[in-house]
């Protein structure tokens, strides 16, 4: 009978240990919470200021003794200059992220910059030299200079094949583009574009008044 009341003391016992020891591994659920944040502040421990980097230099220099017989005892000089004490950051520091903002700085600077330069107004000077010189060439009928280039500019818009270098210099001249340009010369060039008779478009310039005609070939009289 006593040893019956032995092994069912024993069992209790061991019953007792396999439920404390299920509870560490696995907590209950009214104890999850408070596991899962004492986990979660083990893992969040940072240790600030933890040390210390400098540069320390300087010389040892040994001293000779009188007593040579005495082998167990010495003296040094020594001097030493630290250089800097720089505390050791205790968040990782990215050299992107500390000069972000100076390259963003920089470019934004080149981009104002370029918007503050000045306009080419190269084809602006061509385009008035061009109507200058068909005005002084039509014998005095004024505006078919500018009536002339107009018409060219149409007639250029409606070529699809430009040979030989004078060819492609005539289209970028005869191109208006996004340049500070009146409003003429780019509608013509939208018009020829949209295929439109430029002869009856600009009927103040007849075909051979202006000095750009000898450049355009039409394809009906070769």
């Known amino acids: 009978m006593k040893t019956v009341q032995l092994w069912f003391l024993q069992l209790i016992s061991f019953c007792g240990l396999i439920e404390a020891s299920s509870d560490a591994l696995v907590p209950k659920e009214s104890n999850l919470t408070d596991y899962v944040l004492a986990r979660q502040k083990r893992h969040q421990l940072i240790y600030e200021n933890g040390g210390t980097i400098r540069l320390v230099v300087g010389p040892v220099m040994a001293t000779q003794l009188?007593?040579?017989?005495?082998?167990?005892r010495s003296l040094v000089y020594y001097y030493t200059l630290h250089f800097g004490g720089y505390t050791l950051p205790s968040a990782?520091?990215?050299?992107w992220d500390k000069w972000e903002t100076i390259y963003a700085r920089s470019l934004q600077k080149q981009i104002q910059q370029l918007d503050s330069m000045p306009e080419d107004d190269t084809r602006v000077f061509a385009y008035a030299a061009l109507e200058r010189?068909?005005?002084?060439?039509?014998d005095g009928v004024q505006g078919r200079g500018h009536e002339c280039l107009m018409r060219n500019i149409c007639e250029n818009a409606q070529i699809h094949q430009h040979v030989g270098i004078m060819a492609e210099l005539v289209n970028i001249l005869l191109t208006p583009g996004k340049a500070l340009l009146d409003e003429d010369y780019k509608e013509a060039y939208a018009a020829g574009l949209g295929g439109v008779d430029c002869l009856i478009q600009f009927k103040k310039c007849p075909r051979g008044a202006s000095i750009l005609d000898e450049f355009i070939i039409d394809a009906n009289d070769v």
């Open 66 to 72: 009188e007593d040579p017989g005495v082998t167990w």
């Open 92 to 95: 990782p520091l990215y050299p």
């Open 133 to 138: 010189y068909m005005d002084q060439v039509s």
